[in-house]
């Protein structure tokens, strides 16, 4: 069975910075590793998203240019580098690996991915 093991959440103030890390079990080729969130009330959201195997990273309008996403494949972990954060950031974050088969992929999708972490909480105060 694949494991996600996330760590790094936190309670931070605005303007602040954390450092979200995730580590799996499973296999890295053909997969992309994404981070999404959900704060209470609301469904789950994309964040980020790099695939194992390439350099293009994606991300979330709401995120891009504060957040970035990286990957160090000697330790099967990536990492999601939180800059500039905005109380709206406050969620749960979950770690995802979406394992494809096929030229088409849906990164920003939640619905494709195949594993998730259990989940940290980010709490960013005003």
């Known amino acids: 069975q694949v494991q996600l093991v996330e760590s790094g959440g936190g309670l931070v103030q605005a303007g602040g910075s954390l450092r979200l890390s995730c580590t799996t079990s499973?296999?890295?080729?053909?997969?992309?590793m994404g981070w999404f969130r959900q704060a209470p009330g609301k469904e789950r959201e994309f964040v980020a998203a790099?695939?194992?195997?390439?350099?293009?990273?994606i991300y979330a309008d709401s995120v891009k240019g504060r957040f970035t996403i990286s990957r160090d494949t000697a330790k099967n972990t990536v990492y999601l580098q939180m800059n500039s954060l905005k109380p709206e950031d406050t969620a749960v974050y979950y770690c995802?690996?979406?394992?494809?088969?096929?030229?088409?992929?849906?990164?920003?999708?939640?619905?494709?991915?195949?594993?998730w972490g259990q989940g940290t909480q980010v709490t960013v105060s005003s």
């Open positions: 995802g690996q979406y394992l494809y088969s096929s030229d088409i992929t849906y990164p920003r999708a939640p619905n494709k991915y195949d594993y």
């Open positions: 499973g296999r890295t080729f053909s997969s992309y």
């Open positions: 790099i695939p194992w195997n390439g350099i293009t990273t």
